[in-house]
């Protein structure tokens, strides 16, 4: 780098977190072209999850928007119920968030009787979370929407394009994750939290 000049993908955190900005001779000047195919990024792929993803949390959004809780509520509430008994480690581990950031949320629904925290019956350490009759009836009116989403989009397929899409969407998460999938499945065949 020569003097103040920096390029623009050099934007680096400074200290006290604050973010440098872009110096170079070009900044501030309007770029009229969009990004594309030619920038080596698939933004066709990208662009249809940006959408699909909007509208496919757009109807939970608005319910849970009613109780005054988000996403994060309605994926608490999404494992809780997929997996009664499921502990708060292993629910911070599929979450992949913060100690905190669930403590908030999972209080909330606790206060609100959607969800029961139980110790653990081998380890008085562990807590369990279960869902009540309450949080049980929230969860499936948050998916209801979303399954019927899924079911019109897949009404033309036939199961091999369903099991290709549930591939690419398996394949899309990383390898070392993919057994928190594996359990998820399970529990749809009847299989209750604990049981082998």
């Keep these: 780098m020569q003097g103040n000049y920096v390029n623009s993908t050099d934007i ?8 440098m900005t872009d110096r170079s001779p070009a900044a501030g000047k309007p770029i009229r072209t969009a990004m594309s195919i030619e920038d080596g990024i698939d ?3 990208i662009e249809l999850f940006f959408f699909a993803y909007r509208d496919f949390t757009s109807d939970p959004d608005q319910i849970l928007a009613d109780y005054g809780f988000g996403r994060a509520h309605h994926r608490v509430l999404h494992f809780v119920n997929r997996r009664p008994g499921l502990t708060v480690a292993e629910l911070l581990d599929v979450l992949k968030i913060t100690k905190q950031s669930l403590a908030r949320v999972l209080k909330q629904l606790i206060d609100t009787d959607h969800v029961v925290q139980l110790q653990g019956p081998r380890d008085r350490r562990q807590r369990e979370l279960y869902p009540t009759a309450k949080g049980r009836a929230l969860a499936l009116a ?4 979303q399954s019927r989403r899924i079911r019109a ?3 033309d397929s036939g199961a091999t394009e369903r099991a290709l899409v549930e591939r690419f969407l398996e394949a899309m998460v990383n390898p070392e994750l993919r057994a928190q999938i594996d359990v998820g ?3 749809m065949s009847g299989k209750s939290h604990g049981e082998h």
């Design 12 to 19: 680096i955190s400074r200290s006290h977190g604050e973010m």
């Design 43 to 45: 933004f066709a792929i």
């Design 142 to 145: 948050l998916a209801r929407p």
């Design 153 to 155: 989009a897949l009404e």
């Design 185 to 187: 499945s399970a529990k």
